[in-house]
Nanobody, 119 residues
Framework: QVQLVESGGGLVQAGGSQTLSCAAS????????MGWYRQAPGKQRELVAT???????NYADSVKGRFTISRDNAKNTVYLQMSSLKPEDTAVYYC?????????????WGQGTQVTVSS
């Protein structure tokens, strides 16, 4: 069984910083692209940032310059460092990864972690 487990969410004041972590566990042979998505109340889930195994990153325009995605391949973990947070960053943040097991390549989602930015 492969799992993605997020941590690091919570309440933060506008202008503050917060770091999210997501660790993959289970029968993993390799992990390709990892990423973070978010969903605010009443809105569709949207891309925040992705990172390939080689370290190539991609960011939503709304977070460029404020958020940094990184990963530790040895730990099967992806991070999202968020700074200069705004109330509009409030959402449930989901980890996502393309994971290769011994049998197949499959896309996985974490359970989500709430980030609330107060004004």
């Amino acid at each position: 069984q492969v799992q993605l487990v997020e941590s690091g969410g919570g309440l933060v004041q506008a202008g503050g910083s917060q770091t999210l972590s997501c660790a993959a566990s289970g029968s993993i042979s390799g992990i390709n692209t990892m990423g973070w998505y978010r969903q605010a109340p009443g809105k569709q889930r949207e891309l925040v940032a992705t990172i390939t195994r080689g370290g190539t990153t991609n960011y939503a325009d709304s977070v460029k310059g404020r958020f940094t995605i990184s990963r530790d391949n040895a730990k099967n973990t992806v991070y999202l460092q968020m700074s200069s947070l705004k109330p509009e960053d409030t959402a449930v943040y989901y980890c996502n990864a393309d994971i290769l097991t011994t049998s197949y390549l499959k896309n996985y989602w974490g359970q989500g972690t709430q980030v609330t930015v107060s004004s």
